[in-house]
């Protein structure tokens, strides 16, 4: 059994069961999971857990839509607050699965990349 999980992996894992799409992963751990309360709310709480868990500037926010999913409506969405939130969660970036996340304000969030050092990935 691989006991290394991918971003990617753990989104479909969720997408599977309809949970969430989206996870946090921090030196290959997993530190948060999308779910009913949505992104901001997973993000808030990988910003509480303690620096000891959380280095500073590593790990990532990765979103995508689920397996299976009707890319016509519903799709994930990423904005501005988004990047913010994914800063002052003290992570490297945002990275997303391209042609299946709604972006908005591209311009804005590659602004707030370069201002807050952040990466911002279409995989």
């Known amino acids: 059994m691989n006991t290394t ?6 989104v479909a894992a969720l997408g599977a069961v309809d949970v969430g799409q989206g996870c946090v992963v921090v030196g290959g751990l997993c530190l ?8 901001d709310q997973m993000l808030a709480q990988v910003a ?6 959380r280095p500073n500037n590593q790990g990532l ?14 799709l994930p969405t990423i904005g501005p607050a988004t990047l913010r939130a994914v800063a002052e969660a003290g ?5 997303f699965q391209a ?4 972006c908005l304000d ?11 050092g952040l990466f911002l990935w279409a995989r």
């Open 5 to 10: 999980l991918t971003p990617k992996a753990i």
């Open 32 to 39: 948060g999971v999308e779910a009913l309360p949505g992104t």
């Open 48 to 53: 509480s857990l303690p620096q000891s868990i």
């Open 61 to 74: 926010f990765y979103k995508a839509a689920k397996p299976g999913q009707d890319r016509r409506v519903d």
């Open 91 to 95: 992570l490297s970036g945002l990275a």
């Open 99 to 102: 042609g299946s996340v709604i």
């Open 106 to 116: 591209l311009p804005q969030m590659q602004s707030i990349a370069a201002e807050t």
